[in-house]
């Protein structure tokens, strides 16, 4: 993913959160499986068997149309009337027995939306629905980790930022990126995800968010996410010389006067993010391959945002951590798995 990544598939809550931190963020796509999900504050909206949001338009022949959070090929086109047949407040036609049978709930939200098979018979349709049934045992969810005010998972994350000193910056209400001297890491992001709670589970998706504060120097700004290897940072206590008390970075001639600065300890990068100086941006990172590995072993995943190593010096972004006064805008981890 990318910053402003509009591309980028959302449901059920994502959605919610995703718009309501990314005003410049127009159009993402949003995917749905049930009714629930297309509901407006002025619209009761139905899921179509697209896997898209529709809405009543008197202008449609099928009366539906796409919203605009559909593919660009499917926004606000209308519905094909043999199409019309999603999943909405309204029943199947007379002609078709329906039987349905409930899957797992979204985001958190404990709720749950039907899946319908439709046969000429009832047996036939008694077949289907435990078919059905069967299929769904494994329900999929999209929730949020970490200590934002719409988080299913609180009391999930830490995270600091570690300079080219030894000061413990765990505290503070925000997150730094900063080149100095030039083309080199001065200041480096870390934040540890506690993701235990889906042991286990098959993760479709995970990604991570910051919420841009400020930014200096240059109206680009590329930083790249990568896991922490071969050490677990004490993020109270990481600085720029030593992932814990008296336990140095592997070390590296990197940055200023050779403070190892993590360098060494970054995996192969999972995904970078062009930053611009807007206040109030969203930048999202795809980290799935992480949180996917340390879902399946039990460990925390740590990642790393590292700061733009091609940048001049003084290039920096500022983030609101997970001390930041502002709930809304700490840092999330979304994670779409199934259980």
């Given at each position: 993913?990318?910053?402003?990544?509009?591309?980028v598939v959302f449901r059920g809550a994502a959605l919610a959160a995703a718009l309501a931190a990314t005003p410049s963020c127009a159009s993402p796509r949003f995917a749905c499986t049930e009714a629930t999900e297309c509901?407006?504050?002025?619209?009761a909206g139905r899921c179509e068997s697209t896997g898209y949001c529709s809405f009543p338009a008197e202008d449609c022949p099928s009366g539906w149309k796409y919203g605009a959070h559909a593919p660009a090929e499917l926004?606000?086109?209308?519905?094909?009337?043999?199409?019309?047949?999603?999943?909405?407040?309204?029943?199947?036609?007379?002609?078709?027995?329906?039987?349905?049978?409930?899957?797992?709930?979204?985001?958190?939200?404990?709720?749950?939306?039907?899946?319908?098979?439709?046969?000429?018979?009832?047996?036939?349709?008694?077949?289907?629905?435990?078919?059905?049934?069967?299929?769904?045992?494994?329900?999929?969810?999209?929730?949020?980790?970490?200590?934002?005010?719409?988080?299913?998972?609180?009391?999930?994350?830490?995270?600091?930022?570690?300079?080219?000193?030894?000061?413990?910056?765990?505290?503070?209400?925000?997150?730094?990126?900063?080149?100095?001297?030039?083309?080199?890491?001065?200041?480096?992001?870390?934040?540890?995800?506690?993701?235990?709670?889906?042991?286990?589970?098959?993760?479709?998706?995970?990604?991570?968010?910051?919420?841009?504060?400020?930014?200096?120097?240059?109206?680009?700004?590329?930083?790249?996410?990568?896991?922490?290897?071969?050490?677990?940072?004490?993020?109270?206590?990481?600085?720029?010389?030593?992932?814990?008390?008296?336990?140095?970075?592997?070390?590296?001639?990197?940055?200023?006067?050779?403070?190892?600065?993590?360098?060494?300890?970054?995996?192969?990068?999972?995904?970078?993010?062009?930053?611009?100086?807007?206040?109030?941006?969203?930048?999202?990172?795809?980290?799935?391959?992480?949180?996917?590995?340390?879902?399946?072993?039990?460990?925390?995943?740590?990642?790393?945002?590292?700061?733009?190593?091609?940048?001049?010096?003084?290039?920096?972004?500022?983030?609101?951590?997970?001390?930041?006064?502002?709930?809304?805008?700490?840092?999330?981890?979304?994670?779409?798995?199934?259980?």
């Amino acid at each position: 993913m990318r910053a402003f990544t509009c591309g980028v598939v959302f449901r059920g809550a994502a959605l919610a959160a995703a718009l309501a931190a990314t005003p410049s963020c127009a159009s993402p796509r949003f995917a749905c499986t049930e009714a629930t999900e297309c509901a407006t504050a002025d619209l009761a909206g139905r899921c179509e068997s697209t896997g898209y949001c529709s809405f009543p338009a008197e202008d449609c022949p099928s009366g539906w149309k796409y919203g605009a959070h559909a593919p660009a090929e499917l926004a606000e086109a209308c519905v094909p009337p043999q199409q019309a047949s999603g999943d909405s407040t309204g029943g199947s036609s007379s002609t078709t027995e329906t039987t349905s049978v409930a899957i797992g709930s979204s985001s958190g939200s404990g709720t749950s939306g039907p899946v319908s098979s439709s046969s000429g018979s009832s047996s036939e349709a008694g077949s289907t629905a435990s078919s059905t049934a069967s299929s769904t045992a494994s329900s999929t969810a999209i929730e949020i980790w970490g200590d934002a005010n719409d988080s299913d998972h609180p009391g999930t994350v830490r995270d600091t930022f570690i300079n080219l000193d030894t000061t413990h910056n765990a505290a503070e209400p925000i997150l730094i990126l900063y080149t100095w001297p030039a083309q080199m890491a001065a200041n480096v992001v870390l934040l540890q995800w506690d993701v235990s709670e889906i042991l286990g589970a098959t993760v479709e998706s995970a990604t991570l968010t910051l919420h841009l504060e400020e930014g200096a120097i240059v109206p680009e700004y590329t930083a790249m996410v990568h896991e922490i290897v071969g050490v677990q940072p004490n993020i109270t206590l990481a600085d720029g010389y030593n992932y814990d008390a008296n336990a140095p970075w592997t070390p590296s001639a990197c940055c200023y006067e050779g403070i190892p600065m993590a360098q060494a300890n970054l995996g192969p990068a999972l995904d970078s993010a062009t930053i611009g100086l807007d206040a109030a941006t969203v930048v999202a990172w795809d980290v799935t391959a992480a949180v996917s590995a340390a879902v399946l072993s039990g460990n925390p995943v740590v990642l790393a945002v590292n700061p733009d190593v091609t940048a001049p010096a003084d290039a920096a972004r500022t983030f609101t951590s997970s001390e930041g006064m502002d709930l809304s805008a700490r840092p999330r981890l979304i994670v779409e798995y199934i259980q």
